[in-house]
């Protein structure tokens, strides 16, 4: 194992500590139990979004904390989910006396920990929504598993709920506009590699040179196909073929293509897979009016990528355009 | 020997906080094969946590205690075995409350309802390739039992073929499920860890 790291245990700890020195000026982080929380409390009346997950996926969730997305994170262990109490904390600290909004990927562990903090934070009396992500078509048999993954669709969904949150918008208004984004997007993804969990020590998996995995997770879990290595523009296809024909998008309609990187990969590699993929958008009728490349929701060092596709009209459009201030994501400010 | 106390039950948790230890790299190693490799880490973690607290405060009765293991485990484990196991423990305290002692049926009943929150919280049935499997034949086999020490044991020995015996059922619960067919051949991680688990609970009834 190469890893830039002093010891395993110390990996999520030091890393907060990192983020803490690196971004003193709009951060706070709680170290007992682990939170990262926005420094400007959240505006009285302003609903607080909270969301959280295992670590290795950086810059998610920590890096969107600040003005116009998330007001509290919580990061697990490496690929693990955080516990209740730290959501509990999190949600107490940065609770605006409006509610919380708890996003959450759909992971067994990630469900059933922020349904106990919900259950805590309501005790105290304050008011909890969840809004889930399952946008994971790779997961065809949704019937017999724990249901789709939270994948690309967090990303997007934070950055939007963060924008109607600043501008007012009520718990129960938050919410629905969350389930409503949440049937509007889809998303796929792929390895060439496997990733190093630090405390293991050794890849998760086992891919041969010529071999890539189709249908990844986002914690070093293999796929659901294992087929020969591809050129980019077909990867790009075999990804958003799926996506698209799932929801299904339908042409005429206007889009928000998200190409992202799983850590390991070059921008130069994801900006091809973009160029293909807006070639295939376009091809099926759809409009992309708006765009992200780049690696916000990883796997360690995994090489591959995911590519999300939101169906959006002028209301999410304006909230994607609005303001925001985080130290993964920044324009308009 | 005919009942559980205090005793037996902090000698339970110690042992299987040892055996967890002893076990996690096996755990991680199943765990790897159809999840996400963690689960002997995580547990680790969270039964060293157990034996810090309960050795630096000392639990008055069978509720305390089991209400000690549980909150530990709750705010140090994390993924599903967090919730999972944690609400297990707490359940335990709950139907504990007001015993200082449980023959081989009352330990049994106690532990079947720590079973019907795993069950309400996870929503695995039998068959699902997860903890359960291995927790519903062990608590069967100690509530048939009428001797403690020869109830545990046959648990522990039940336990463990279930656990064995998770490796062709296909997964339908947890990241185990998104497999699935590849999920089959390898035993279930959580299973396994119950029938340490259990293991430990003969040991210290023996």
Redo the contacts between chains.
């Keep these: 194992m190469k890893k830039l790291i002093n010891a395993p245990e110390d990996v999520v700890r030091e890393a907060l500590e990192g983020m803490q020195a690196a971004h003193a000026d709009r951060l706070r982080i709680c170290f007992d ?1 682990f939170y990262v929380v926005r420094k400007d409390a959240t505006a009285k009346g302003k609903v607080a979004l909270v969301s959280g997950g ?1 670590s290795g996926h950086e810059p998610m969730h920590g890096g969107f904390v600040g003005y116009g997305m998330l007001d509290a994170a919580c990061p ?10 730290q959501m509990y904390e999190a949600g107490k600290a940065a609770n605006g006396g409006a509610g919380v909004l708890q996003i959450v990927k759909n ?3 990630d469900v ?2 922020f ?2 903090a919900a259950d805590m934070l309501r005790d105290e009396g304050i008011a909890v929504e969840s809004v889930l992500t399952d946008d994971d078509v ?4 949704s019937l ?3 249901g789709r ?1 939270g994948v690309g669709l967090t990303v997007l969904m934070e950055k939007l709920l963060g924008a109607a949150a600043e501008k007012g918008m009520d718990l129960a208004g938050l919410k629905a506009l969350g389930d409503r984004i949440r049937a509007s997007g889809r998303s796929m993804g792929m390895a060439l590699t496997p990733c190093t ?1 630090p ?2 020590g050794k890849p ?2 086992e891919l041969a040179e010529n071999e890539m995995e189709v249908g990844i ?1 986002i ?4 796929g ?1 196909h294992r087929v020969p290595i591809a050129k980019a523009d077909e990867v790009a296809a075999m990804l958003m073929e799926p996506v698209l024909s799932d929801l299904p998008f339908k042409a005429g309609e206007s889009i928000i293509l998200f190409v992202n990187g799983m850590g390991g990969t070059p921008l130069i590699e994801l900006y091809i897979v973009y160029r293909k993929a807006a070639e295939i958008a376009a091809k099926h009728g759809l409009t992309v009016s708006r765009s992200l490349v780049g690696s916000y929701i990883t796997s360690l060092e995994m090489a591959g990528t995911s590519v999300t596709a939101l169906r959006c009209d002028d209301t999410l459009l304006g909230l994607w355009d609005a303001p925001v201030n985080t130290p993964a994501l920044r324009w308009g400010v | 020997m005919s009942a559980f106390s205090l005793s037996q039950a902090l000698a339970w948790i110690k042992a299987a906080a040892q055996s967890i230890d002893a076990n996690a790299a096996h755990l991680s190693e199943l765990d790897a094969a159809i999840g996400d490799g963690d689960h002997g880490a995580n547990m680790a973690r969270g039964m060293a946590a157990v034996t810090k607290k309960i050795d630096s405060a000392p639990p008055a009765d069978l509720a305390a205690l089991f209400k000690s293991v549980g909150m530990t485990l709750l705010s140090s484990v994390g993924g599903a075995s967090g919730p999972l196991y944690g609400g297990f423990f707490l359940e335990l305290g709950k139907q504990s409350a007001g015993k200082t002692e449980l023959d081989a049926a009352g330990l049994a009943a106690v532990l079947g309802a720590g079973l019907g929150d795993i069950r309400r919280r996870g929503k695995a049935e039998p068959g699902d390739k997860t903890m359960v499997d291995a927790l519903i034949p062990a608590i069967d086999a100690l509530a048939a039992a009428s001797d403690l020490a020869q109830g545990t044991a046959k648990a522990a020995e039940t336990a463990r073929a279930a656990a064995t015996a998770t490796a062709p059922m296909l997964a339908r619960k947890g990241r185990a499920s998104y497999l699935g067919e590849r999920s089959i051949g390898h035993q279930d991680p959580g299973a396994n860890s119950v029938a340490l688990l259990f293991a430990a609970l003969a040991q210290a009834c023996a």
């Design positions: 139990p295992g697990g262990h490496v690929f693990t989910s955080p516990t209740p109490d992971y067994t562990g059933m920990n349904d106990m790779a997961v065809e048999d017999y598993t724990a993954r969990v405390h293991l998760s998996f997770g914690h070093g879990e293999p659901r």
